[in-house]
């Protein structure tokens, strides 16, 4: 069991020492959200994938008026050293803001933040990648802690970080947009999602989604967590899951795939959604029912699409770009018997994604038949260019390019 000196501490972070730390002065909408959150006196716990800039923006938020410890080292990963990381801040202020980032991976994490909590000694905002391991410590914290997720970034983040005044805009109002970015898009779709690639070649950012994300999570973050009898195996369901991405899927064939239990898969399959990087989603119907059928696995975000997948194609990447914008709300997809098919629900508002050049009357034909079958009035067809709309037997086909889809708000 390793214990950091005070020096160590203090010496961790220039914010520890009431230095000014060099940060980036533009800030995420996640900035404002926690920034308002804070003042609801909980402990505020920032959850989300690894490298989309959670400790950044917590930085952003205190400067000098905080002090930040990480137990990203495993040698620290133990209730003596968390101890002993407070006990030294509260040696230095009272009543101190504390910033403990991946304390999750802490057994006692919980326990031991709850007792300075209640004795009013310290406010803490907690962070990490996993939320499988918060979830655990919340049931002790019941009604003392927020979890707020930072998600990757989203189009409109990607185009400001690269010098792009944009305003906010809802769908309905996607007419007003007066430029189209269809080239950023691409790019996007290949690097974007973490705002430390942005400017890297599309080779760098591919490098540095598999090593600083991927691999740092697959190969160390979930074997720290939980027993992990084939950690290669693991990192090749998630290739699977890559190379599937937005496809239907059963635990059956990926086990058959891997040469494992289909029990292990379903574990396996947990760990990777609760670390952000995939996630799953049913049929539209009762969630019994659905558990049932076949599921549709995605990778989170285009870029660990582009980065993981074999032979990376552009529809893939379009209708992961998609789930990833929608995923913040209740989705699934629709699938019939003649396996018609509906790529996203949301609510019940049908979305197709068809990232093509030209739209036929037969790539509306899915969407068609389910408007008039549940009776709605339209439903929304994500292209590569096509900006439309069709009235068909009364009822109407919004078509709206991927670009704009992901700039306005649902």
Not at 37 to 60: C, N
Not at 399 to 408: E, N, Q, R
């Amino acid at each position: 069991m390793t214990i950091p000196t005070k020096k160590e501490i203090m010496d961790f972070s220039p914010m520890n020492l009431g230095e000014k730390e060099e940060l980036p002065e533009y800030k995420r909408d996640a900035y404002y959200d926690i920034e308002n959150l804070f003042k609801s006196g909980l402990i505020i716990a920032i959850t989300g994938l690894r490298r989309v800039g959670k400790t950044t923006l917590i930085k952003q938020l205190f400067e000098k008026k905080a002090f930040y410890f990480s137990f990203d080292e495993k040698k620290y990963l133990n209730a003596e050293a968390l101890k002993k990381v407070i006990d030294s801040f509260l040696e230095e202020k009272e009543k101190p803001v504390i910033i403990l980032d991946e304390i999750f991976r802490i057994g006692d994490w919980s326990g031991i933040i709850k007792k300075y909590h209640d004795q009013k000694k310290a406010r803490f905002i907690v962070s990490g990648s996993s939320a499988l391991l918060i979830k655990k410590g919340m049931e002790s914290l019941s009604g003392r802690l927020f979890e707020y997720y930072v998600p990757p970034l989203f189009f409109r983040e990607y185009l400001e970080l690269t010098g792009k005044k944009l305003d906010k805009l809802l769908i309905n109002d996607r007419y007003k947009i007066k430029k189209r970015y269809a080239e950023e898009c691409q790019e996007f779709l290949k690097k974007g999602s973490f705002p430390e690639i942005i400017k890297m070649d599309e080779k760098m950012a591919t490098d540095y989604i598999k090593t600083t994300t991927i691999e740092k999570i697959v190969f160390d973050d979930i074997p720290t967590t939980f027993r992990i009898e084939y950690p290669s195996k693991l990192y090749d369901l998630l290739r699977i899951c890559a190379n599937n991405s937005s496809k239907l899927f059963t635990d059956v064939n990926m086990s058959e795939a891997l040469g494992i239990s289909r029990h292990t898969v379903s574990d396996y399959l947990l760990y990777l959604k609760k670390a952000y990087l995939i996630d799953i989603i049913y049929p539209k119907g009762s969630l019994q029912k659905a558990i049932k059928k076949q599921k549709k696995i995605f990778v989170k975000t285009a870029s660990i699409y582009s980065s993981l997948s074999e032979n990376p194609n552009i529809g893939q990447a379009a209708e992961t770009a998609v789930y990833d914008k929608l995923s913040r709300e209740k989705i699934s997809f629709y699938r019939d018997l003649q396996k018609r098919e509906i790529d996203f629900i949301l609510d019940t508002k049908p979305i197709e994604v068809k990232y093509q050049t030209d739209i036929i009357n037969a790539d509306l034909s899915n969407l068609l038949y389910f408007i008039r079958k549940n009776k709605k009035e339209n439903g929304l067809l994500i292209t590569k260019n096509t900006f439309d709309e069709k009235i068909i037997d009364g009822k109407k086909i919004t078509m709206i390019p991927l670009d704009v889809f992901l700039l306005t708000e649902m």
